[in-house]
């Protein structure tokens, strides 16, 4: 129904830099809320960062002064930028959007399949 796409994961030193983007199609909708989340093996999924339509943010404090997340309204896309990356950072990145589509009242969660983030000593 509606589908979100990561990309830009991949394998950076540390120091480095990535750029993730996550791009939302398929049915008529109006997203409220855009994020992005990380996971590790056997941990619990982390928020890292959020942007409502408003443009207003919030980060998790581990990746504060480092990530800016941003986004694109017209292209329901979203982007999250990551500099100084530490081992630390290594996860598995996953969007999310709430969304209400066309003729809804509530949002719903809409999630991606996640992209590999790996960050070497």
Known sequence: QVQLVESGGGLVQAGGSLRLSCAASGSSMHISVMAWYRQAPGKQRELVATINSGGDTNYAS???????????????????????????????????????LTGGVSPRDYWGQGTQVTVSS
């Open 62 to 100: 581990s990746v504060k002064g480092r990530f800016t997340i941003s986004r694109d309204n017209g292209k329901n896309t979203v982007h999250l930028q990551m500099n100084s990356l530490t081992p630390e950072d290594t996860d598995v990145y996953y969007c999310n959007a709430a969304a209400f």
